[in-house]
């Protein structure tokens, strides 16, 4: 039984970024890009992770390494297998280094024993395709379990992690105690933020490198206003007429794409007119990006009238898409079953979109879509490990409510970029917020536009390309 899935990667131009950094910048990135060359000659850079789509990190995967080949380094990405069990324990996993109970169920010695023989299943394959002196980055604690395995096959490996906690507690320490032991002969470990190290990937083997994203992909790519109402319009997500735009744009590899499927949505009454204001929350359904809060602190919002009429569109995910996120439909179901709580005049204004993701491509577009109308762009999360659908609506020049919690913080500097909530579960401020930005339509524009300067400074994939190669430079050292 094949476990392991290769994506393919078609290369990218690196000097496509030319106009948005100017030739000093992209000189920095060229020499390190020669450097790694002449390390990686006839080595392979291997990404592993758990999906190929949903998620942050196969975004990240899927934005930065087509540029890491048109580098002219030998990048790949494969992606693990896994039994139902398997991925319950590793989002129990993702939870308590959030430092989250999430099911709450035990990380002990039965759950250690089929989290490292489905990792050994996939090891035994991986070691075959993997030659020694390759470097090999591990994402996320889905992965962590196969570090020894590439290790003794000779391999340089790095384990990535793109989640993680700010303040110790017993649900962290319980995650970290099972990663730990996978972790201990690694060559070096990546977190988003310094806070994020834990002690047993201290001492000097750990480098902090935030996310990017990039700006030419179909998520993030230029649309123009009829383009969006198009899209908007065909997917349901707004009422028609479509206008004289088509539902259109270019694929990752260059290719004109179109939108042809419609999302699934649950709603009372008619979708929102095109000139609605909506207030826009896009994520994975999760307990920690907290939809349910999103709904109360909107209806306290409304109370009766929202301000210039807004709707709020809570986005995420088909759930039978996402693999490695097996609380997905149960927590679509408990969204659903809390949106018939409310009352009709507030369920008249707040619909639960679920984005189709047959089409990867096809889905992006339609978040940049839904992220460029947004009248409000917000992310309640409880916990947080970055962030991209943040930088991504910044990148939009989109007005921002989010909580103040890990790598957000980064990214926004309250009522500079965006609006903060210092405590993520107070919908008193929540609500005052996306009132402020509602009302204040000239603090809201500026806050987008510093939003963008802020992305275009910082979270670009060149930066990311850049600190990955000085990474593997370190690590190749240390072998």
């Not at 095109?274 to 929350?281: A, K, M, N, R």
């Not at 359904?285 to 210039?308: E, N």
């Not at 709020?312 to 693999?323: C, E, Q, R, S």
């Not at 009522?415 to 603090?443: I, W």
Request: aromatic fraction near 6%.
């Amino acid at each position: 039984m094949t476990r392991l899935q290769e994506i393919d990667i078609a290369a990218r131009p690196i000097d496509r970024f030319l106009p948005l950094l100017g030739e000093e910048q992209m000189n920095v990135v060229r020499e390190v890009a020669a450097k790694v060359r002449k390390i990686a000659e006839g080595r392979a850079f291997w990404n592993v992770n758990s999906t190929a789509r949903g998620g942050g990190v196969a975004e990240i995967l899927r934005s930065l390494l087509p540029y890491v080949r048109g580098a002219g380094i030998d990048a790949r990405w494969l992606v693990i297998d896994g039994t139902p069990e398997f991925f319950r324990i590793t989002k129990r996993l993702h939870n308590a280094v959030h430092g989250s109970e999430g099911d709450g169920s035990p990380l002990g010695e039965q759950e250690r024993a089929v989290y490292e023989e489905v990792l050994r299943a996939n090891a035994e394959e991986l070691v075959g395709l993997v030659s020694p002196r390759d470097f090999v980055l591990l994402h996320d604690p889905q992965t962590a379990g196969l570090a020894p395995h590439l290790i003794r096959a000779g391999a340089v490996v790095i384990w990535r992690s793109h989640i993680g906690h700010d303040q110790l507690n017993d649900e962290v320490e319980r995650g970290w105690s099972f990663l730990a032991p996978y972790l201990e002969d690694v060559h070096a470990t990546v977190f988003s933020r310094d806070a994020y190290i834990p002690d047993c990937c201290d001492g000097g083997r750990s480098a902090v490198i935030p996310p990017s994203i990039d700006v030419f992909s179909a998520k993030n790519q230029d649309l123009d206003e009829a383009t969006v109402r198009a899209i908007l319009v065909h997917t349901g997500l707004t009422e028609g007429p479509p206008g004289d735009g088509t539902p259109t744009f270019l694929r990752e590899d260059g290719s004109p794409g179109r939108v042809d499927r419609r999302a699934d949505i649950f709603r009372l009454g008619r979708a929102p007119t095109w000139e609605t204001p909506l207030v826009v929350q896009i994520s994975r359904w999760d307990h920690l990006k907290d939809p349910v809060g999103v709904m109360h602190g909107f209806a306290q919002l409304v109370d009766g009238a929202a301000p210039m009429g807004a709707e709020l569109v809570l986005a995420g995910p088909n759930v039978k898409a996402i693999k490695d996120d097996p609380e997905g439909a149960a927590v679509l179901d408990e969204v659903l079953a809390a949106w018939r709580r409310f009352s009709q005049a507030d369920r008249n204004r707040i619909h639960l979109a679920c984005l189709p993701m047959a089409d990867i491509d096809e889905n992006a577009v339609i978040v940049n879509a839904l992220q460029r109308h947004a009248a409000v762009v917000v992310q309640k999360s409880l916990r947080e490990g970055f962030g991209l659908t943040v930088t991504e609506a910044m990148w939009k020049a989109r007005p921002i409510v989010a909580s103040a919690v890990g790598g957000i913080q980064d990214q926004i500097e309250n009522g500079v970029h965006g609006l903060l909530l210092e405590d993520p579960t107070d919908s008193e401020a929540f609500a005052a917020a996306v009132r402020r930005l509602l009302e204040d339509r000239d603090y809201a524009k500026q806050l987008g536009e510093n939003a963008r300067d802020r992305v275009r400074d910082n979270f670009l994939g060149m930066r990311h390309l850049v600190q990955y190669g000085r990474l593997l430079e370190q690590a190749d050292r240390r072998r």
